[in-house]
């Protein structure tokens, strides 16, 4: 019933701006944290950003803070993530992802149930 479905991945350079988006379906916004978080090839998945299901606050990973932002319509149900400054660094499979929780700030994978298929960025020189 929960489904989330990744898109705006791309190629872009160094300095660069994406935005991806999240369609959500079977989730209350308020009743569940929903995150970014990225991967890449032989690298553990790393917490990019969350937002909170109450009040709608944010938390960001080391990495991508004051780069990053992540944002919500609940009228659209869509998750954002606004990626500014981008790095080859950057460069990674995307996902956003739904935890069951509600009530903290989630930036470790294993606190999340539910993900979409992930959307590629890759940043260049």
């Known amino acids: 019933q929960v489904q989330l479905v990744e898109s705006g991945g791309g190629s872009v350079q160094s300095g660069g701006s994406l935005r991806l988006s999240c369609a959500v379906s079977?989730?209350?916004?308020?009743?569940?944290?929903l995150g970014w978080f990225r991967q890449a090839p032989g690298k553990e998945r790393e917490g990019v950003a969350c937002i909170i299901g109450s009040g709608g606050g944010t938390a960001y990973g080391d990495s991508v803070k004051g780069r990053f932002t992540i944002s919500r319509d609940k009228a659209k149900s869509m998750v954002y993530l606004q990626l500014k400054n981008l790095k080859t660094e950057d460069t990674a499979i995307y996902y956003c992802?739904?935890?069951?929780?509600?009530?903290?700030?989630?930036?470790?994978?294993?606190?999340?149930?539910?993900w979409g298929q992930g959307t590629q960025v890759t940043v260049s020189s």
């Open positions: 079977g989730v209350t916004f308020s009743d569940h944290a």
């Open positions: 992802a739904n935890s069951p929780r509600s009530g903290g700030y989630y930036l470790t994978w294993y606190e999340y149930n539910y």
